[in-house]
């Protein structure tokens, strides 16, 4: 049950008559040049402004440019330590067994002991530590009587001092 009356039904009229469109002359708009201005200004005032944040955030990090050289205005490193170039040795060493027993991989400690006659003791010095084993070649290949090859990741120095060792003394390797 409603409380409130029915409404009245609405009479319909007519729509109203379309009316033409007045004649006027073109519109013309002024400033349409400035605006594309004022535009293309504030992009590239936004692009210098992330430019300049880079070049900002790249200075702070002490970073390097592409010739190696430090960027001007960096802070120095506090700890620099020089990177010795690290070069591939190939080593033959004494006992063929115990270069079977290597893998790419391994840490090895390059030992010399001075060729000397029967009898005599001999004095033994670690010529290279913690060398890693870079590349161990088939057997077939490098085993012979006086050893069997290995060759090493060591720094530049080392390669050295194991070419000297390996020319004066028998050498063998320790797993690390």
């Known amino acids: ?26 519109l013309r708009v002024r400033g349409g040049a400035h605006r594309l201005r004022r535009a293309m200004l ?45 070069v591939s040795a190939p080593v033959r060493i004494a006992d063929a067994a115990t270069v079977r027993l290597l893998r ?18 001999s004095a033994a010095r670690v010529v290279a530590s913690g060398a890693r084993v870079a590349e161990v070649p088939g057997m077939g290949d490098s085993a012979s009587d006086s050893g069997a090859l290995v060759v090493l990741t060591v720094p530049r120095a080392t390669a050295a001092a194991l070419a000297g060792a390996g020319a004066t003394s028998r050498l063998a390797v320790t797993v690390c």
């Open 104 to 121: 790419p991989g391994d840490r090895v400690d390059v030992i010399a002991a001075a060729n000397s006659p029967a009898g005599e003791g």
């Open 42 to 86: 504030r992009r590239r005032r936004a692009m210098a402004a992330g430019l300049a944040m880079t070049a900002a955030a790249l200075a702070a990090s002490g970073a390097r440019g592409a010739d190696g050289a430090e960027a001007p205005g960096a802070p120095p490193q506090r700890e620099r330590r020089p990177v010795a170039e690290m």
């Open 1 to 26: 049950m409603s409380l409130l009356p029915p409404l009245p039904p609405r009479p319909s009229s007519p729509a109203p008559e379309p009316l033409g469109v007045p004649p006027f002359a073109p």
